[in-house]
């Protein structure tokens, strides 16, 4: 894990997840191998802030819910141990 500084922190905690993946996608092109690293541990540190939390993830990820609202209750109930997460 690398260490930012605060302004890198600063300035990558302001930008939401569409941001973040056209400036990765950038740094990708440029070869900017440091932007590119610090990008990825930004998304990693959002995701494994919002884990047991499907709906934050989604909202990372900007992926839609295709189960109903039954479905995922269902899923919660057969696996209990999603709550200890």
């Known amino acids: 894990m690398f260490q930012l500084s605060k302004f890198e922190t600063d300035f990558l905690g302001t930008k939401n997840i569409c941001e973040l993946k056209e400036l990765w996608l950038a740094a990708r092109y440029l070869d900017i191998k ?7 541990q930004e998304i990693a540190t959002r995701l494994i802030a919002a884990v047991g939390d ?15 609202e039954q479905e995922n209750n269902k899923i919660r109930e057969e696996n209990i141990w999603l709550k200890y997460l």
């Not at 440091?34 to 990825?40: E, G, N, T, V």
């Not at 499907?54 to 109903?68: C, F, G, P, Q, Y």
């Open 34 to 40: 440091s932007l590119d690293l610090f990008i990825a």
């Open 54 to 68: 499907d709906k934050k993830v989604r909202e990372i990820v900007n992926e839609a819910d295709s189960l109903s």
